[in-house]
């Protein structure tokens, strides 16, 4: 069936339309046939105006040289033309005009393109496309922020523009993002509530708002602070990823700033801001709880890191870089090995490799350099699939506690042996006494000439004065272990330390030039006066220093130094003082392996006879009975180091 040329040209005028373009169909005498309603909504003509008049004085304010245009045997050159065009009312615009032959046909279709409209679009695509660009460029709401606000105001003006962030749980807004010049109240930060306000409006309705001039009207009560800010005009469109995130707004000072223009171009920008939105915030809270476990992670005073497959650390908290002196760069990539080596470990086991083998926790009990215990753990973590890909170890300092385990065990030795001492002393020295006096008897006896002419009793003499010293080292240990079982109970006075110390020297003197040693004195004149019992402290430093000079080899050297240190802990607040004796020797050092008993009773290294192995233990105690410390630092071929701490306070 043949279609009628009245039905082609409504079919093609149709199509226009639905593109919102303005076409004409005129005959060979560009007279205009008909419209479609694009051209009646633009040009403003009924068809009953328009019909039959021609074209080119009708749309055309130099219809004219549109008549030439058209009429020559190639119209248009290039296909179209670019004239000014004339509505009903007067109002031109730039357009471009084409002109189409329709086939076996005496007519034609004109079609007008405002070129204004066309740079609109074009700008609307270009904003788009820049947002989307900034949109992928940064996730960094400040910085996608202040770049979209850039592009913006190369199509739209205004005085200030702002993200408000919609609270569902606590129903209101949030100021997220704002970009202005003015002195304003409504700061970053700021809520603000839904009801009231054109941007509660928007979120309530999920539709965009204008406000055309504060002055006139204020539609909702709560924008006449805007307008006591010096606003006059707002736009705002709803920002909706999902779910509504929020408003965004440009507010004027101008009235009626904001037109259907700009709202259109707004709506079409505000996907890529939603997005841009959407992502700032999901990556404000992955940092958020990136910060929070970093905190967390560097907060833990212990050492903790983090390996990767290869056994090699992927990241450190604070403590572990302080303790190794590495930066968070240097450590990256270190073995467990050299971790532990710069921390004063020489371990030639790892527990990563059981770890890995084992996908079970590890523990070890490590010893460092000077003495120092370590509790070392490695943890596996797994995948969902329950594949290793990384382990973490966590390194403990266990020193202080160990030596706290240990001095609260020697503690409670020395108050059992104390208890034992001074029920079974007395009871030993009953027939020690006796025995000495026997001897002494009988060797009073061995010096007769009768009993020395006899070959039978030549070696009697010897036994008995063997026996007799022998009773006799055995008194003096009893004498000991008596002194050291019972309380000193001597008289506590205000003393000065330095002084107590230069008496001290003064009795060991003889003793150190035998050996050809030199004691050194660095003594702090400032130290505060200390509330102590003067002969239980000689005995102290006595044994300490004399112990020093036995141990260091000749020609050594002792230093005694004094000073102020912290509160003792359990015994003092955090705002008193101590004052603290160091005793250093050049000697050999005690080996790592002894260092935690040199306290214990009958603990000794010198050769039988040579001591009782109550000299420190003594010295313990009388720390003790001070409410002070004691503490020794010492390295194999680097001597050893005392140091008693002793509260310094008033009667």
């Not at 205004?158 to 609270?167: A, K």
């Not at 001039?213 to 005009?233: H, M, N």
């Amino acid at each position: 069936m043949e279609v009628s040329a009245e039905s082609r040209s409504v079919s093609i005028l149709e199509v226009f339309d639905f593109l919102n373009t303005p076409a004409f169909v005129v005959d060979s005498c560009r007279s205009i046939v008909s419209l479609n309603p694009a051209a009646t909504r633009i040009f403003q003509f009924t068809p009953d105006e328009i019909a039959g008049r021609d074209i080119a004085g009708t749309i055309c304010p130099d219809g004219e040289s549109f008549r030439r245009a058209v009429y020559v045997p190639e119209p248009f050159p290039g296909n179209f033309l670019e004239t000014p065009c004339r509505k009903k009312s007067g109002e031109l615009f730039l357009a471009r005009v084409s002109l189409v032959p329709l086939a076996a046909e005496n007519r034609s279709v004109l079609i007008v393109q405002d070129i204004g409209h066309l740079q609109e679009k074009m700008k609307e695509t270009e904003l788009i496309s820049e947002l989307s660009g900034v949109v992928n460029s940064s996730l960094s709401i400040g910085t996608v922020f202040r770049i979209m606000m850039s592009e913006i105001r190369k199509f739209i003006d205004y005085d200030r523009g702002s993200i408000l962030l919609f609270n569902e749980k606590e129903n209101n807004l949030l100021i997220f993002a704002l970009d202005t010049g003015m002195k304003t109240t409504l700061k970053k930060g700021v809520k603000a509530p839904l009801d009231g306000t054109s941007a509660g409006w928007v979120i309530k309705n999920n539709r965009p708002w204008i406000n055309h001039d504060l002055g006139e009207q204020i539609a909702l009560p709560l924008d006449k602070k805007l307008f006591d800010e010096g606003i006059r005009s707002t736009i705002s469109i709803p920002l909706v990823q999902d779910k509504v995130l929020g408003v965004f707004n440009l507010d004027s000072t101008e009235p009626s700033k904001y037109s259907e223009r700009d709202l259109r171009l707004l709506l079409s920008v505000s996907k890529p801001i939603s997005i841009a939105l959407e992502n700032a915030l999901l990556f404000e809270e992955i940092s958020k709880e990136k910060k929070e476990w970093e905190r967390t992670f560097d907060a833990i005073t212990d050492m903790v890191w983090i390996e990767d497959g290869r056994q090699r650390v992927l990241r450190a908290n604070h403590t572990l870089l302080s303790k190794t002196e590495f930066s968070r760069v240097e450590i990256t990539d270190k073995s467990c090995g050299e971790v532990l080596a710069k921390i004063g470990i020489d371990s030639m086991k790892c527990l990563c490799s059981d770890t890995m083998s084992t996908k079970r926790p590890s523990f070890l009990e490590l010893n460092g350099r000077g003495g120092a215990i370590f509790h070392f753990w490695a943890y596996p973590l797994t995948d969902e699939e329950g594949q290793l890909y990384a382990i973490v170890h966590y390194l403990k300092d266990v020193t202080a506690q160990k030596r706290l385990e240990q001095q609260l065990i020697r503690s409670e030795k020395l108050a059992s042996l104390g208890t034992l001492v001074a029920g079974i002393a007395h009871e030993i020295n009953n027939p020690l006494g006796i025995i000495a006096g026997y001897s002494e008897a009988l060797l009073e006896r061995a010096r007769e000439m009768s009993l020395l002419k006899m070959k039978e009793f030549e070696d009697f003499p010897e036994y008995l004065e063997t026996i007799n010293n022998e009773m006799f080292r055995c008194k003096r240990i009893l004498k000991t272990l008596l002194e050291f079982a019972k309380p000193h109970g001597g008289t506590f006075r205000e003393l000065d330390i330095n002084e107590l110390i230069k008496e001290v020297i003064l009795l060991v003197h003889h003793k150190a030039a035998k050996f050809k040693h030199s004691i050194e004195c660095r003594l702090n004149r400032e130290l505060p006066k200390i509330y102590a019992d003067p002969g239980s402290l000689r005995q102290l430093f006595m044994n300490i220093i004399i112990n020093s000079l036995y141990f260091t080899p000749e020609g050594g050297s002792i230093i005694i130094a004094t000073g102020t240190g912290g509160a003792l802990p359990g015994h003092q607040s955090a705002a008193e003082e101590s004052i603290e004796v160091s005793i250093s020797d050049t000697g050999p050092g005690i080996p790592a392996g002894i260092i935690n008993r040199i306290f214990d009773p009958f603990f000794t290294t010198k050769p039988v006879g040579d001591g009782t192995g109550l000299g420190l233990a003594i010295c313990h105690k009388i720390v003790e009975e001070h409410s002070g410390g004691i503490s020794v630092e010492s390295e194999e071929g680097k001597g050893t180091r005392f140091i008693i701490r002793l509260p310094a306070k008033a009667a």
